[in-house]
């Protein structure tokens, strides 16, 4: 059974950084595209970044530069850096993971994703 848990959310002032990390367990970490995700209170939910099998990586526009995702193998685990936030970056943070293929030459909403964690809340107060 696939499982995610994201922990490393919480309230920052704007200009702050974050990290969150999404530990995985139940599949062949490595086998999958991974993705985070979020959801502003009122609105729809938008993708920020995915890693593909081999480490190539895909960033919305609005956090390009800003975040980075990264991803441990080992311990099967992924990372998002959150660096300069903004107040528009509060949000219900999200990781998914799927077995699917070229998860970075587009980046969706997320609708492609089966497996998603529980999320963790980024505040960030100006």
């Known amino acids: 059974q696939v499982q995610l848990v994201e922990l490393g959310g919480g309230s920052v002032q704007a200009g702050g950084s974050l990290r969150l990390s999404c530990a995985a367990s139940?599949?062949?970490?490595?086998?999958?595209?991974m993705g985070w995700f979020r959801q502003p209170p009122g609105k729809g939910r938008e993708g920020l970044a995915a890693i593909d099998r081999d480490g190539s990586t895909v960033y919305a526009d609005s956090v390009k530069g800003r975040f980075t995702i990264s991803k441990d193998n080992a311990k099967n685990t992924l990372y998002l850096q959150m660096d300069s936030l903004k107040p528009e970056d509060t949000a219900m943070y999200y990781c998914?993971?799927?077995?699917?293929?070229?998860?970075?030459?587009?980046?969706?909403?997320?609708?492609?994703?089966?497996?998603w964690g529980q999320g963790t809340q980024v505040t960030v107060s100006s």
């Open positions: 998914a993971a799927d077995p699917i293929y070229w998860c970075t030459v587009v980046l969706g909403a997320g609708a492609e994703y089966n497996y």
């Open positions: 139940g599949y062949t970490y490595s086998n999958y595209c």
